[in-house]
């Protein structure tokens, strides 16, 4: 099954710098990876994702690069603000679906350990 | 809102009690999971029901039991917890593309319940 690996565990950056969080994964045939925001006391809420037909994603200060030969996907937020503070969760999907019913592709998603990022003022 | 509400959000039992998590998606999705969040684990997918059939049960103890009524609508039962239980459980629905459920797509989780075992 898949395994997702997520570094760093905490990351503290000032105001306006740039924070990377890395995740490696070990299923060659997982295609879709999601990144997953949490703040303090409330949900998950997906960011931004990417899939294996591209490298690369961007939406104004968050983007995602994949490299699918090496396994690992990164998230990179530019420009830091406070309010970017929260765990960070990066997410592949298992490559082939183990649903017993056919026709329903429900591929599981595992998650990485979480990234707590600290945006200094 | 997202659409995914969960209740109670705060739920204290004895190892002795059972009590049910509730969760309801009012965003016609066609998939709905629990997962649980410890400070020791990562978001772990416990059990997937897809069309209101139970696809996923990733080794769950038997004192955790699911219920999906409808697609809207998913249940958590509990009984003679642990305190290692003691967690936040939450819950997700998502909507695969062309109708089929899928995880590959955008889910949406509930705020979750904080749950204690005392």
């Known amino acids: 099954g898949e395994n997702v690996e997520q570094h760093p565990s905490t990351l503290s950056v000032q105001e306006g710098d740039s924070a990377v969080i890395k995740c490696t994964y070990s299923d060659s045939a997982s295609n879709y990876f999601p990144w997953y925001k949490q703040e303090l006391g409330k949900r998950p809420q997906l960011i931004i994702d990417i899939r294996s037909n591209v490298g690369e994603k961007k939406d104004q200060r968050i983007a995602v690069t994949l490299n699918k030969t090496a396994k690992h996907f990164s998230l990179h937020i530019t420009e830091t603000q406070p309010e970017d503070s929260a765990v960070y969760f990066c997410?592949?999907?298992?490559?082939?679906?183990?649903?017993?019913?056919?026709?329903?592709?429900?591929?599981?998603?595992?998650f990485g350990t979480g990234t707590r990022l600290q945006v200094f003022p | 809102e997202t659409g995914v509400t969960q209740t109670p959000r705060h739920l204290v039992m004895g190892m002795t009690n059972k009590k049910s998590l509730k969760c309801e998606q009012h965003l016609g999705h066609n998939a709905m999971y629990w997962y649980k969040q410890s400070a020791k684990k990562p978001l772990e997918l416990m059990f997937v029901y897809s069309l209101e059939e139970r696809v996923e049960n990733n080794s769950v103890p038997s004192r955790f039991s699911p219920e999906c009524p409808n697609s809207s609508h998913l249940f958590l039962h509990l009984h003679t917890l642990q305190p290692e239980d003691s967690a936040l459980y939450l819950c997700?629905?998502?909507?695969?593309?062309?109708?089929?459920?899928?995880?590959?797509?955008?889910?949406?989780f509930g705020q979750g319940t904080r749950l204690t075992v005392v």
């Open positions: 997700a629905s998502s909507q695969g593309p062309r109708g089929q459920p899928s995880m590959n797509t955008e889910a949406f």
């Open positions: 997410a592949a999907n298992e490559g082939e679906s183990r649903s017993r019913l056919p026709g329903h592709n429900t591929d599981k998603l595992i």
